[in-house]
């Protein structure tokens, strides 16, 4: 049966385009287990690379973060698509979009 979306939850996905590096630290805050669980099978230990993603790449992080906890992870179309529309967010939030203007 279909069951109709949490508003609150449309809400933190808007601001989470905004802000992604609030969204990140509140839910790392709220629910620890969103941000870690998916760098838990990684060699480096566990809170470095979220912490660096909390610092490089934001949207990707939260994206990743999201695809593990919704998709079973990147190995799904759906949880890589998500990375990857969060790569290009983050790729476009730090280069500034000044690679298309050349002087």
Do not use: E, K, Y
């Not at 190995?75 to 529309?85: R, Y």
């Not at 969060?86 to 050349?102: C, E, M, T, Y």
């Amino acid at each position: 049966m279909f069951q109709r979306p949490c508003p609150a939850m449309c809400l933190l996905a808007a601001i989470g385009l905004l802000a992604p590096r609030l969204v990140l630290v509140l839910m790392w805050l709220i629910n620890s287990s969103f941000v870690l669980q998916p760098f838990s099978g990684m060699s480096v230990p566990n809170p470095v690379l979220p912490v660096l993603g909390l610092l490089f790449l934001p949207t990707t992080t939260l994206g990743f973060c999201w695809a593990v906890a919704s998709f079973g992870g990147v190995s799904t179309f759906s949880g890589l698509l998500v990375v990857l529309i969060g790569l290009v967010i983050d790729f476009g939030l730090i280069g500034n979009g000044r690679g298309a203007v050349r002087r």
